[in-house]
């Protein structure tokens, strides 16, 4: 069992940046892919950011690439995503995500399904 919490999720306004975070505990994040789920008020769940067991290996929705930075630190049991030049089209929950599913691609990535769940941050982006 994998136990997943975000933080760092928040108003800003356009142009602005937030850091979110994902703390896992329980079983070990290492052997899993993370990723970053958001879904916006009356849309469904959208495929934002994932990354490698290792951290190696990156995947974006074209959307956020330029702009988002998704990175673990294995040691720290910690994801996090780095959100520059937000967009008022980026408000929505944020959720972290752990999934153990073999992708190569980005689309792939972007249909994987995942085993553990976070409960969500809100970030707001004003304009």
């Known amino acids: 069992q994998v136990h997943l919490v975000e933080s760092g999720g928040g108003l800003v306004q356009l142009g602005g940046s937030l850091r979110l975070s994902c703390a896992a505990s329980g079983r070990t994040i290492s052997s899993y892919a993370m990723g970053w789920v958001r879904q916006a008020p009356g849309k469904e769940r959208e495929f934002v950011a994932r990354v490698s067991w290792s951290g190696k290996t990156t995947y974006y929705t074209d959307s956020v690439k330029g702009r988002f930075t998704i990175s673990r630190d294995n040691a720290k049991h910690m994801v996090y995503l780095q959100m520059n030049s937000l967009k008022p089209e980026d408000t929505a929950v944020y959720y972290c995500?752990?999934?153990?599913?073999?992708?190569?691609?980005?689309?792939?990535?972007?249909?994987?399904?995942?085993?553990?769940w976070g409960q969500g941050t809100q970030v707001t982006v004003s304009s």
């Open positions: 995500a752990a999934g153990t599913s073999i992708i190569t691609s980005a689309t792939m990535a972007a249909f994987a399904p995942y085993d553990y």
